[in-house]
């Protein structure tokens, strides 16, 4: 209610215009950046950058980055709705925040890397956020020095345990050590219990999205199946008439005059190479499933957490007094 009543307040109207300028300003800013850093930032150690890597133009303004400022921009006004009363510092480091978290969303979606100047950049903006939270006692964060060590050492030991846990179910990575250092400075933010609710978060980001893309594609895969039976129908026709015609050539009388049969190498190559492309790995299918894209939802996940940060601990409050 007193985020509402910020709102109709002069003060509460320019700063809405401005969240909405910046959102729009950070992710075109952010895209810039991803096309214009060094390439080895997007490989991994002692990896040769692609011939897309350096040449600039790795990912295009249309058609995502409109849909992603609004998102941005959502993001900033409840921020600041948030944090209103006159904390213009504290609400400067979140967009900072934000900003970090839109850039290893965007690596990590397009690359599956967490260049490690991104993931300094988010720790050190965090860790300032955290001091200036101590520092003037406003205890959003933090409610003591230990909070800050105490979430990056949880966010830490969350992700190698999760990794751990892959590899005895199944016998491989789950998760980068990227995701492990991200998620330590996120801790450094979130402190003790955010950290917490910021990995229930990202679980949960992950689920939604998940659940979407299997729904596309039983939606994609109904709309496919019209097409297959015209298809198939076709193929009946054709085979009729192939039939037809064998039956007219059985009734022409048999001519003595033959002729070498030139198609039987044709074949053969023609089933070597099916051969091939049946038993040959493309690139896509070497790659497919070997790698988790789990930092984008893990900045996803921080970024909700400090947009509705007020609505997650009431819930949570909720709950607590459930066992009272």
Known sequence: ?????????????????????????????AYLIINRIPAKWLCDYNET???????????????????????VSAALVMCRLQFNKGFDVLFLMMALVIMCCLLI???DL????????????LGVFGLLLSLYDIIRGFGFFHHGWWSPLAGAAMGAAAMI???????????????????????AAIGLLTGFP??????????????????????????????????QQQTDANNTVIAESDAQQDAQKEKQPDNDDTTPDSGEPENIEAG?????????????????????AFGPYIAAALIVYLALYDQIGALVGMYLDLFK
């Open 49 to 71: 950058p692609s011939e897309e890597l350096l040449s600039g133009k790795r990912i295009s303004y249309l058609p995502t980055a409109p849909v992603v400022s609004v998102l």
């Open 110 to 121: 397009k690359y599956q890397i967490i260049p490690d100047q991104f993931t300094v950049a």
């Open 1 to 29: 209610m007193q985020s509402l009543e910020y709102l109709h307040t002069v003060e509460g109207i320019v700063w809405l215009c401005v969240c909405v300028v910046m959102g729009f300003a950070m992710t075109a800013l």
């Open 272 to 292: 070597n190479n099916n051969e091939n492309e049946e038993t040959g790995d493309t690139p896509q299918e070497k790659g497919f499933g070997s790698y988790l």
């Open 161 to 183: 345990g999760i990794d751990l846990l892959a590899m005895v179910i199944y016998h491989r990575e789950g998760m980068g050590f990227g995701d492990v250092k991200l998620f």
């Open 105 to 107: 969303a965007i690596s």
């Open 194 to 227: 955010g950290t917490i609710y910021t990995l229930i978060l990202s679980v949960l980001t992950a689920t939604v999205f998940f659940v979407a893309i299997i729904v596309i594609s039983k939606i994609r895969s109904s709309g496919e199946e019209q097409p």
